[in-house]
């Protein structure tokens, strides 16, 4: 049985990520009575603080997140009564004993979660085991990046094996928490009506787009150098790929979901180098404001790529022919992640020279949560002169038709799921690891054929060579 976590570990809890994301998710969770009864929260980090600067800093990140107007004074008192902090410098290992001391029985349950910079993982790891902090019953969570390749990733997930087994390890994709992402596997894997079709002989092609309107909003010690191949392809898109793709595991339980997951990434064929596209906006104008170019932004030149295309093939039976068409970038017109799936057209029409256009399963994870199948219909009329035909969408409108339960976001559902134990939705070093192998083959392509990334207007869907990568096939992108 799972147990639940008496305490929670939270390294770099006066970082971005923590006061952003990581702390209004808790005290979400609380609010709703979710978090353990007893359950401590253990903020550390390398500032000066004792347990009421904390808190104070605790209250402030939640009134900037718009949480305290939504909540009673009680929900307050309660998540800050759970609050504690201890000043740590990881690389000092006897402050880990005052870690320790704080967290006080470390045989019962700890969650422990690292959104710390990766080169203190090593580190921290080591002076969490000294301490007795990593024994039978302490889970480990890492936020991304795992390294920069396949090499620096092992090395990451090498020192983390020394003191926790996998089963105890938790790598976030906060992807997979976003519920549509999850909704993606209950419309495969609980309606009858795709699985047929889900496979080269029903589907033409596949498309994934991430895009973003933000640029390096100050990231740039960490995105100059990374470049979104390695910051949303490795990771997220490849996540989203491998849920589109994946055979119906046996359950829905860690094992058995991970395992197909990784002989889909494990099948990724070596991308040719006709087949990716990188680009680095200049500057433009986002939603009619004018917008910097990258190079201005980082006030240097730069090789990094923040756009990048690529068409991608799942060598196995199911996938035979079928190209998957990712394309991912900064300062794009607008904020969307979606799934395209283009259904294969009827063999033969029966309504002679009527247009008809093939059936396409469109699942928009954000901004809205959407699922729309593209269907033909006829429309409305005597049709004296023939049928007249019309795609529509038969929506699922999956915020309407779920209107009565609140949208969480992803850390929320993979904080419980630290916390109770569950890593099904968290990815296992294997998958990485395949990740990393496809992801450096196409870095390495790149280094040989010297392909330095094409500017784009900002506002615009990258350059055009990446229209040209999907027209060539006869593809259009989704927009
Ligand atoms: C992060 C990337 O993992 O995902 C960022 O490092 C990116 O560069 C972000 O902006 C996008 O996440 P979301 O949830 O806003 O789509």
Known sequence: MRTRSSSLLLFGATGDLARRMLLP?????????LLPERMRIIGTAHTTLDDAGFRRSVTDALEQHGEIGRSSSDDMARFLSRLSYVQLDVRDPRQFE????????TDEPIAIFLSTAPSLFSQTIMGLADAGLAGESSRLALEKPLGSDFASSCAINDVVANAFSEARTFRLDHYLGKETVQNLIALRFANALFEPLWNARGIEHVQITVSETVGL?????????????RDMVQNHMLQLLALVAMEPPGRFEPTAV??????????????????????????GAIGGAAVAGYAEELGKSSDTETFVAIKAHVDNWRWKGVPFYLRTGKRLPVRRSEIVIQFKQIPHSIFGDAPIQANRLVIELQPDENIRLLMMAKQPGLDRSGIRLRQVPLDLGVTDAFADARRRIAYERLLLDLIEGDPTLFVRRDEVEAQWTWIDAIRAGWTTSVTTPRPYAAGTWGPSAAIALAERDGVSWHE
């Open 98 to 105: 005052t870690l320790a001391e704080s967290v006080g029985r």
């Open 217 to 229: 909003e100050g990231r740039a010690g960490y995105f100059d150098g990374m470049g979104s191949l």
């Open 25 to 33: 998710s808790l005290f979400g969770l609380d609010r709703d009575g």
């Open 258 to 283: 991970r395992d197909e997951k990784v002989k889909v990434l494990r099948a990724l064929r070596k991308v040719g180098p006709r087949d990716s596209v990188t680009g680095q906006y200049v500057a």
